[in-house]
């Protein structure tokens, strides 16, 4: 797992008007928070956040006021239009502390052959694992699978440290037939009724 390097600001600001400020000087506001201490207020630099975050989970170490301290992402706020990045809070870990995040499933493979779609029932899968080993995803094979299959949180083979934090027999992925055929042939007969009408 990559972990990250950022050093931060201390926020004395607060409001909209002060947060519109810290955007237009290309940073954003956020914040640092848990193991019960007080929350602190952050200025991050915007483009090397937007970079860290692309990684899932991604570990960062950051500095404030002298000090290093580790955290992960908990909530990321974006512009819904732009998507640019308006607020991160950010959640206080140390090494060896057991985190619960979600990580992204990924599959591989191709169906058995026939008209088949793949339906991700869990897009990320709830895990607990070490704060400074957190695996970046999982991938599932779905080779050979066939309508009416699916596969199980327990079915996935994790990272070694890190185990579920969901139910063994939650369906993370099942493959269904493709119902293109039936439809058209329904809209077919709905013509001619239509058509006779």
Same mark, same amino acid.
């Not at 400020?21 to 007080?38: A, F, M, Q, S, W």
């Not at 580790?70 to 990321?76: D, E, M, N, Q, T």
């Given at each position: 797992?990559?972990?990250?390097?950022?050093?931060?600001?201390?926020?004395?600001?607060?409001?909209?008007?002060?947060?519109?400020?810290?955007?237009?000087?290309?940073?954003?506001?956020?914040?640092?928070?848990?193991?019960?201490?007080?929350?602190?207020?952050?200025?991050?630099?915007?483009?090397? @956040? $937007? !970079?860290?975050? #692309?990684?899932?989970? %991604?570990?960062?170490?950051?500095? +404030?006021?002298?000090?290093?301290? =580790? &955290?992960?992402?908990?909530?990321?706020?974006?512009?819904?239009?732009?998507?640019?990045?308006?607020?991160?809070? @950010? $959640? !206080?870990?140390? #090494?060896?502390?057991? %985190?619960?995040?979600?990580?992204? +499933?990924?599959?591989?493979?191709? =169906? &058995?052959?026939?008209?088949?779609?793949?339906?991700?029932?869990?897009?990320?899968?709830?895990?607990?694992?070490?704060?400074?080993?957190?695996?970046?995803?999982?991938? %599932?094979?779905?080779?050979?699978?066939?309508?009416?299959?699916?596969? =199980? &949180?327990?079915?996935?083979?994790?990272?070694?440290?890190?185990?579920?934090?969901?139910?063994?027999?939650?369906?993370?992925?099942?493959?269904?037939?493709?119902?293109?055929?039936?439809?058209?042939?329904?809209?077919?007969?709905?013509?001619?009724? &239509?058509?006779?009408?």
């Amino acid at each position: 797992m990559s972990e990250v390097k950022l050093a931060t600001e201390t926020r004395t600001e607060f409001g909209k008007g002060a947060a519109r400020r810290i955007r237009r000087d290309n940073k954003v506001p956020g914040v640092l928070y848990g193991h019960g201490t007080e929350p602190v207020h952050l200025i991050f630099p915007g483009h090397e @956040l $937007l !970079l860290a975050l #692309r990684t899932p989970n %991604v570990l960062i170490a950051l500095e +404030v006021d002298g000090k290093t301290a =580790l &955290a992960i992402p908990k909530s990321v706020q974006r512009d819904p239009l732009k998507g640019f990045l308006e607020h991160v809070d @950010l $959640l !206080l870990v140390k #090494r060896g502390e057991k %985190v619960t995040v979600e990580i992204p +499933v990924q599959t591989e493979g191709e =169906l &058995a052959p026939g008209a088949y779609l793949v339906e991700h029932v869990l897009n990320a899968l709830p895990v607990e694992a070490e704060a400074t080993h957190i695996p970046e995803s999982v991938t %599932v094979s779905i080779a050979g699978l066939a309508a009416g299959d699916s596969i =199980l &949180a327990k079915d996935i083979e994790l990272p070694k440290g890190t185990t579920l934090a969901v139910e063994d027999d939650a369906v993370v992925v099942q493959v269904l037939a493709a119902q293109a055929e039936e439809s058209a042939g329904e809209e077919s007969e709905g013509d001619e009724a &239509a058509a006779e009408a």
